[in-house]
């Protein structure tokens, strides 16, 4: 994934440029220590993913739609050089459950966007409970992380700020007991933490 890096290091500017963003918070994120983390974001525009990547130091993984690997060249790209995976929604895909939680328990850093889509409107949607059964089954801790804009449109050379919150302890999530997990509970609590921090700035 070195080419990955420098290549997310060469178009930064570009990037910043065309889509200005900030960041508050990044002292947030976890250090690399072993100890398991995912990332929970509010997804607003296609390039979120991007902006979570020039916003956080460490390497994000993600889960992306199994259309993105159709072809040697999108596969090369998207598997080889930033370790993302497919994910077959609706189809109980088992196996891309199984990839989310072995990168988390390698000490990787997985970015999920528990609504499972764009939101059309910008307005928090429900969670899905893919981020809380991942934190479940491997003790990780939760990083809410909140991405706004005005109107919520991510529009060329509109800034986007990009809001990293407190780590929320798989205790606080009430999924500490991983054979009766509340994971109602936990994907409620991690939109209420990313809708307190679109209000707070």
């Known amino acids: 994934m070195k080419f990955g890096r420098i290549l997310l290091n060469i178009i930064r500017p570009i990037i910043y440029l065309i889509f200005p963003y900030k960041v508050t ?3 947030n994120v976890p250090e690399p220590n072993g100890n398991p983390v995912i990332l929970c974001a509010n997804h607003i525009s296609i390039i979120d993913p991007v902006f979570l990547l020039l916003s956080i130091k460490r390497h994000i993984y993600y889960m992306a739609k199994a259309e993105l690997f159709r072809g040697r060249l999108s596969t090369w790209f998207f598997a080889k050089q930033f370790g993302a995976f497919p994910v077959r929604r609706g189809e109980g895909d088992k196996d891309s459950l199984n990839n989310a939680e072995r990168i988390v328990r390698e000490g990787k850093m997985m970015g999920i966007f528990p609504e499972g889509t764009r939101s059309k409107t910008g307005k928090l949607g429900r969670a899905k409970s893919g981020a809380a059964l991942i934190a479940s089954r491997t003790g990780a801790s939760v990083v809410p ?18 809001i990293i919150g407190k780590a929320i302890s798989k205790s606080e999530l009430h999924i500490d007991d991983a054979n009766n997990p509340d994971l109602r509970f936990a994907s409620r609590l991690v939109m209420q933490r990313i809708a307190q921090l679109m209000e707070g700035n």
């Open 25 to 27: 918070g990044a002292e």
């Open 145 to 162: 992380v909140a991405i706004k804009t005005a109107g919520q449109k991510v529009r060329p050379f509109k800034k986007t700020h990009i």
